[in-house]
Structures are given as structure tokens and as C-alpha cells.
């Protein structure tokens, strides 16, 4: 059984503005990341008028034939894993996914270090590439606030992630297109049960819903608010915090009898970081399976791979 969401809204816009009310918005996100770890912002400050030309475009890439869409097909990327790839070519849990989609990340020149480089852009819609852009750099800002929101919650300074942790983040971006998925497959998943990588995620969602999350009261839906981005943390602050904010399991099922468009933006530690576990009360992951050593460059690559096992042979 799936409830009706209880996922609070939290306005951050004194997180934005630099203005006063920060530590009464610090304690909503900390009550939220206890408890289960997903809510949604208001207040964020992105433009209206900039959503609605990413969805524009996006939708004019997802409607062209799949020979174009593959004209910069993952395999065009190289090790920046920049790209489109078709329904059922990303797995989740190991798992093919309903769902085809564009990667695309931090704008940088090409070099040898994986997951990072040039995006690819279709020249069938070029105003994508500019959306994306803007995008990017304004989603980063608001990033950087929320982790000063975070940061603030487990009594750090506001600066403590953005001058350490995310001073250079590493920054990718998805933009997903749902089929409608079949009515009577109960298997038929968008998107597999997960949790993410990294710090931070938000995501913009279209009209349409389907997200679950998994709270400690069970599954509960996720669905799209007006205005708002849904916010949840990952893997490396579960990690950071030894367990005592959650990096929790939600997946995706497209049963709306439509199209159904995602944009989550995953905001991570920088490529070089290793994050050890700051002074807070060990817990206990659903999966167990955050504890490692090393960069947070190289976990991400290990869990990527798994994501493309086909793609990640080609690029060794």
C-alpha cells in the first residue's frame, strides 16, 4: 500500500536571500533529514520562465526518431558519460528501467578524468543547450544553499560544506522521459528502488507523478507541488552523519496514462574528496552498503559502472 505524501514544504528562501529566519529553516530541513531524509523547497528563487524552456526542449529532443536522439548517444561521450540512452538501457538494482533519458554534467574540457568533460548536445534542438546551461549554474546556487541549510541543522557553519566538501562539486544532471508504464505489470518500474549517490538531489518533476519514497511508515507518494523541487540527501551525508540523517530507498512508476518528464540535478562532494564520518551517533543503513575508503570520485564510478556495466567495458 502507497499513502498520500507527508513529505513537508519548506520554504529556504532566507537560505537564498542571506536573510533572517535561517536557523528556523535549519531545523525544518534537520527534523526532515531524520525523518526521512526527502522534503520539498519553495522559495528556491529559480525562474519560472527557465523551467518552463527546459521542459520545452526537452520535450521537442524526446519527440525526435531514436536514430537522432542517437546522434549523441552515450557511446559519442567517451569516459565523460555524457549522453542519451533509450528505454531500458540504464538498470537500477540490476534491473533495465522504463525510461530513456540525457546525461549531461559540469561544462569542462575533455581530459582523462572519468565523468567529467564536454556535454553532448542535439543540433535539432538547440535551444537545449542553453536551457541546460543556465540550468545548471542556477540549480548550483541553490545547492550550496540548502547545504548551508544542512550544515546550519548539525549545528556546523553555514560555509562548512561549500568551502570544504562542495567548494568544487561535482555536478550531474538528468533528464528522464517515462512511456506510460503498463497498468497491470506490477514489475514494471521507471525507475528501480534506489537511494542516490551523493550529497544532495533536487528535482523538478512535470505534471505528472510517480515517485514513491520509503519512509519509516511505509511507501508514501512524493507527488508534484506547484512551484516546489523535491529535495532529498544521499548516500555521502547518510555517510557523513553516520546514519543519523537518511539516505532513503523511493522509485518511480509512471501510471499516469502519460508522458512523464524528470529533471533531477544531483549535487556531490568534489571528484577528489574523501569523506570520512563526522562526530555524530553511528546508525543503520536500509542496504549497509555505504561504508568504503577512497575518494568520493571513486565511489562514484563504481556505482555508475553498474548502472552501464556495457558502456563502462567499452571505456576501460
Known amino acids: 500500500m502507497v499513502r498520500v505524501s507527508e513529505l513537508p514544504v519548506i520554504d529556504v528562501s532566507p537560505l537564498i536571500t542571506d536573510s533572517a529566519g535561517k536557523q528556523h529553516v535549519a531545523e525544518a530541513i534537520g527534523t526532515a533529514c531524520r525523518d526521512s531524509g526527502f522534503f520539498y523547497i519553495c522559495g528556491h528563487g529559480v525562474p519560472p520562465a527557465l523551467i518552463d524552456r527546459l521542459d520545452a526542449a526537452s520535450r521537442r529532443f524526446f519527440a525526435l526518431p531514436e536514430p537522432v536522439k542517437n546522434e549523441i548517444a552515450m557511446k559519442r561521450g567517451g569516459r565523460a558519460w555524457r549522453g542519451f540512452f ?6 537500477t538494482s540490476g534491473r533495465p528501467d522504463l525510461k530513456e533519458g540525457v546525461y549531461f554534467g559540469a561544462e569542462r574540457p575533455p581530459g582523462p578524468r572519468p565523468l567529467h568533460g564536454p556535454n553532448l548536445f542535439p543540433a535539432q534542438v538547440p535551444e537545449l543547450r542553453e536551457a541546460v546551461l543556465e540550468y545548471l549554474r542556477t540549480m548550483t546556487g ?7 541549510g544542512i550544515a546550519l541543522s548539525l549545528g556546523l557553519g553555514e560555509d562548512y560544506f ?36 551523493g550529497l544532495l538531489t533536487l528535482l523538478l518533476q512535470d505534471h505528472n507523478g510517480g515517485l514513491q519514497v520509503h519512509t519509516g511508515r511505509g511507501w508514501v507518494e512524493a507527488p508534484p507541488l506547484e512551484g516546489t523541487f523535491v529535495c532529498n540527501i544521499g548516500d555521502m551525508l547518510d555517510k557523513l552523519t553516520g546514519g543519523h540523517y537518511r539516505s532513503t530507498p523511493h522509485r518511480v512508476r ?41 575518494t568520493y570520485g571513486e565511489y562514484l564510478l563504481s556505482k555508475v559502472s553498474k548502472v552501464f556495466p556495457r558502456l563502462f567495458e567499452q571505456q576501460l
Open 86 to 91: 533509450p528505454v531500458g538501457g540504464e538498470l
Open 162 to 197: 561549500r568551502t570544504g566538501y562542495t567548494a568544487d562539486p561535482t555536478i550531474l544532471f538528468r533528464i528522464f522521459h517515462y512511456p506510460p508504464g503498463p497498468p497491470d505489470d506490477p514489475d514494471a518500474w521507471g525507475v528501480g528502488e534506489h537511494t542516490d549517490y
Open 254 to 294: 509512471n501510471r499516469s496514462g502519460n508522458e512523464r518528464l524528470s529533471f533531477p540535478f544531483f549535487f556531490d562532494p568534489g571528484w577528489d574528496s574523501e569523506v570520512p564520518p563526522l562526530p555524530y551517533a553511528p546508525g543503520r543503513r536500509w542496504d549497509g552498503q555505504v561504508d568504503f575508503t577512497g
Open 142 to 148: 541553490v545547492a550550496q544553499a540548502v547545504m548551508g
